[in-house]
């Protein structure tokens, strides 16, 4: 993992309420340069609005790049991407799906990444996609999710990996080397006191450490570890981690989906239940909503906001960004606002819950592990990881 750097400002940003606001404010002061790197970019009201603040700044003579998942980010290029090229905006599709059927390995490695820099001065980086926050038809609170921003030192390694992402996805779509020079170099004078690293995951130099930054605080751990994450499916290197830290005393409590997007997903998830629960560690399910949250807290002090979920997925597989932080003032911040969500909107599953699911409930949580492994496995990535 990078090491942490000193002087930097950074703000919690909690849910699309306080994150869409923030971000549309920055894009409409912005002068010079914009990148914009999400996985889901819809065309729903909160995906039009955003769009049309980059058309404004792009019609003002600012420079914005954006670049969304070829998977995740269709309903954009079918939708709002004709009109932002149109208006000035330059947009790459990172791995566009041109055979829906196709299994090929390539297609699980996606652009899982919410980062946006704005001028080089302040950068938005998190788990939250370009979506409304509330699901039509569903719970009528918001989907529970973060991200930060931040100004300062951290900005030097966050222009450079968005500039060097769209410098490669220009050779990949169009076999050339095309000049992009970066307009707006990040601006790294001292905005505060936080230490913190931006850590990114991919294909090449980093393909570890996001989960090497998470074993590693898991490892130091002594008194409480909080893990709130949308799809949790740890490979036994985790795993081990959270249970020796538990064997040591520490407090580890997971904040999970109780609400399934993907409920292969949370089958899967809640095979592994009965592992956990009976190493001490305790269980919520998120209910309120939609958890898509990927945070994390240890012992007070070290803290992690970003878009990696802790699966193979994510870990192995995906372009992920994170940002850790080593700041008790963030740190309870986060772990306050975590602890509200749980108190709030979460239930608490304990064994005797388990020891009471029908053989049916077990059968189908046992299938999913097995199919969600078998799918890891036919993508290249099996083993102890």
């Not at 400002?9 to 002061?29: C, H, K, M, S, V």
């Not at 996609?129 to 999710?145: E, K, V």
Request: glycine fraction near 6%; charged fraction near 25%; hydrophobic fraction near 45%.
């Amino acid at each position: 993992m990078p090491s942490p750097l000193p002087g930097n400002a950074l703000t919690l940003l909690e849910n699309g309420e306080q994150y869409f606001p923030a971000l549309r404010a920055a894009i409409d002061q912005a002068e010079r340069e914009i990148f914009l790197q999400t996985y889901i970019f819809e065309p729903d009201e909160t995906g039009r609005s955003i769009a049309a603040a980059l058309e404004r700044a792009a019609a003002r003579g600012v420079e914005v790049r954006v670049m969304v998942d070829g998977f995740g980010g269709r309903s954009f290029v079918a939708q709002l991407m004709p009109r932002m090229v149109e208006r000035g905006v330059q947009v790459l599709i990172y791995r566009r799906e041109l055979k829906p059927l196709s299994l090929r390995r390539h297609r699980l490695r996606r652009l899982h990444r919410k980062v946006v820099v704005i001028d080089g001065r302040e950068a938005f980086v998190g788990g939250i996609n370009l979506i409304d926050d509330y699901q039509q038809g569903s719970a009528p609170h918001p989907r529970f999710d973060y991200a930060v921003q931040v100004r300062g030192p951290l900005l030097e390694p966050i222009v450079a990996s968005v500039h060097r992402l769209w410098r490669l996805v220009v050779w990949a779509s169009f076999r050339r080397r095309q000049h992009a020079p970066l307009i707006a170099p990040a601006q790294t004078a001292v905005a505060g006191d936080i230490r913190a690293a931006f850590v990114v995951r991919d294909n090449l130099r980093f393909r570890r450490a996001i989960e090497d930054a998470y074993l590693a605080a898991i490892g130091r751990a002594r008194h409480e570890i909080v893990i709130a994450n949308a799809y949790f499916f740890p490979g036994r290197r985790f795993r081990q981690a959270l249970v020796e830290a538990a064997e040591r005393g520490v407090r580890i409590t997971l904040l999970l989906q109780g609400v399934a997007d993907h409920p292969m997903q949370r089958y899967a998830t809640r095979a592994l239940y009965p592992y956990f629960l009976a190493r001490g560690i305790r269980l919520f399910e998120y209910h309120r909503s939609h958890l898509h949250a990927k945070v994390a807290v240890v012992d007070g002090y070290w803290a992690t906001v970003g878009s990696s979920n802790i699966d193979a997925f994510s870990l192995l597989l995906a372009r992920e960004a994170n940002v850790v932080v080593e700041d008790s003032a963030f740190a309870r911040q986060l772990r306050d606002s975590l602890e509200r969500a749980i108190c709030s909107g979460a239930t608490e599953l304990r064994p005797a819950d388990w020891r009471r699911l029908s053989l049916l409930q077990r059968a189908l949580n046992w299938a999913s592990y097995q199919l969600v492994r078998l799918a890891i496995g036919l993508a290249g990535y099996g083993g102890k990881h």
